[in-house]
């Protein structure tokens, strides 16, 4: 495929402090040109946001976000990075099919990438083609934009742009797609692996004060900062990991070169949101032992933060021993937090904000009822606001979701006795509607919205999901049937990479 030498007039604004890093942390990488490349969306909040003034029918806007040609201001790049993919070290990874293109300083002073996704081959492809079928653009852009909308650090979507490329996959021949990324932060636990994997300490060193100076500003100027740029990357994710968990979101694949060092969601891959509660709920169709299950989450993140800090074992002691001890103490912070942020945030979702020791069992109660019926996930916590009053008889709705629903009116007695103690109902209810969305990405409404566009090119869909994303906590009287869970026949359980 042809690579595109063409700059275009427009100037993104953009700056290239990574590519002004040492050669050995990136490749330059054009992108592809592609042939039949649509704009379908562009995020114009977000552009606007990030100090862009284009509309989707700025001229040159579309083949700059396809890939056809470059922003004047780009510096085209491609990461390196390693990682270990399901437990197993690879040392070369790096960005195969994504192309940073530089960075946005915003009017409200934050720093973001801006990166093309499926825009064809760099240095690290490896067999790869370097591009995306339209379908995982969409999920990405979709799936990201809601996880925004819920109030969780991610990586954002500004653009899918459709082509008339023929991608092939085992599954057969997809039209193409470009995405363009947005991202606080793109250096993962794999980029300092990369390193560490080479022997070349200097490196890392390097890359830790780029992230420092870049995504932890407040502890570069300490006396022990490597040790506290540590423990700040493990507070964030230890949050991070608290609210999937609370919204019922499953990443799939936390290999730790999808381990964002700035904290936020990366890499949406085979991720899903469950419906029906299954603490052991699995969606990827790679990941066949159940590695990155739902409640496998923060154990799995916690294997990956010590992954960082083996890499990070020079900075943070002057003996192995002495850096060993860092790394534990690291870790046991990382897992208190996290247990700390998933009670206050659970006990939150049944109105509890203050506590008492015996809450978490009445919590543990709800929880295995929604198991043993397989109640929806999301639904459950959403409708159980309207019996926040004492003695309130059980809603339709509610009552639905469970195939014994007897045996959760006992529990809502004792947990409406409970709440008298907390605040009036009101507060209580307005609490939990703040913290249990009614709307999130429901599998087989993105797998609609990307087989009308795959299929019939009617983007109809992914436009009103992303409208319907931008408010997942309030309730749309004309799209209360997207809040439903799937009926049986229309569940989709298995979700593909698709790269
Ligand atoms: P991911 O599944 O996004 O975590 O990707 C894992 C690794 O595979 C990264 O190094 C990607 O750049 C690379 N990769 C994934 N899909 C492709 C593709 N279509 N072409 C080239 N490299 C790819
Ligand atoms: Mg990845």
């Given at each position: 495929m042809k690579k595109t030498t063409a700059v275009s007039a427009l100037k993104a604004g953009f700056e290239n402090s990574f590519a002004a890093l040492p050669q050995k942390f990136y490749d330059a990488a054009m992108p592809e040109s592609v042939h039949g490349a649509v704009l379908e969306k562009y995020n114009q909040k977000l552009g606007r946001d990030m100090g862009f003034n284009f509309t989707k029918e700025t001229p040159g806007l579309a083949d700059c976000l396809a890939g056809n040609l470059v922003f004047s201001d780009a510096e085209p790049i491609a990461m390196a990075y390693a990682g270990h993919q399901f437990g197993n070290f690879v040392p070369l990874l790096g960005d195969g099919r994504a192309i940073l293109l530089g960075e946005k300083s915003t009017p409200d002073g934050k720093r973001l990438n801006v990166q093309l996704k499926g825009s064809g081959r760099t240095r690290f492809s490896r067999g790869g083609d370097g591009k995306s079928p339209l379908g995982p653009v969409i999920r990405e852009y979709l799936v990201s934009e809601a996880m925004h909308g819920l109030g969780v650090p991610t990586t954002r979507a500004l653009a899918i742009v459709s082509t008339k490329e023929k991608i092939l996959r085992p599954d057969g021949i997809h039209p193409g797609g470009v995405m363009t990324r947005v991202a606080p932060g793109l250096v993962r636990v794999g980029s300092f692996e990369y390193f560490a994997a080479r022997g070349d300490e200097a490196a890392i060193r390097m890359l830790a004060d780029y992230v420092i100076t870049r995504h932890y500003p407040e502890i570069f100027e300490k006396k022990d900062c490597y040790h506290q740029f540590f423990s700040a990357v493990a507070l964030r994710q230890a949050q991070l990991i608290a609210k999937w968990m609370q919204l019922g979101f499953i990443h799939g694949v936390m290999n730790t070169d999808n381990t964002s060092i700035s904290g936020e969601t990366i890499d949406y891959g085979p991720c899903a949101f469950m419906d029906y509660y299954d603490p052991n709920m699995v969606f990827s169709s790679i990941d066949t032992m159940g590695r990155y299950r739902y409640t496998n989450q923060s154990a799995i993140m916690k294997w990956n933060l010590h992954c960082l800090g083996i890499c990070l074992q020079s900075l943070l002691g002057k003996t192995n021993e002495e850096a060993m001890d860092v790394i534990d103490a690291v870790l046991a912070e990382f897992e208190q937090e996290f247990l700390n942020a998933q009670k206050i945030g659970m006990l939150k979702k049944i109105g509890i904000e203050r506590p008492w020791d015996q809450d978490v069992s009445l919590l543990g109660e709800l929880l295995a009822l929604m198991e043993t019926q397989k109640a929806d996930f999301t639904l459950t916590f959403r409708y159980l606001a309207d019996h926040v009053r004492q003695n309130s008889n059980m809603t339709m709705q509610f009552q639905r979701?469970?195939?014994?629903p007897d045996a959760v009116a006992a529990w809502l007695k004792s947990w409406q006795r409970r709440l008298a103690e907390e605040n009036s109902p009101e507060v209580i209810r307005e609490g939990m509607n703040r913290v249990n969305p009614l709307f999130i990405p429901r599998n087989h409404r993105i797998q609609k919205a990307i087989e009308d566009a795959e299929i019939k090119k009617d983007f109809t869909q992914v436009h009103l999901l992303a409208a319907l994303f931008e408010k997942p906590f309030t309730q749309q009287p004309e799209f209360t049937d997207y809040a439903q869970a799937p009926a049986k026949a229309e569940r989709v359980t298995r979700t593909f990479c698709g790269t």
């Open positions: 979701l469970f195939n014994a």
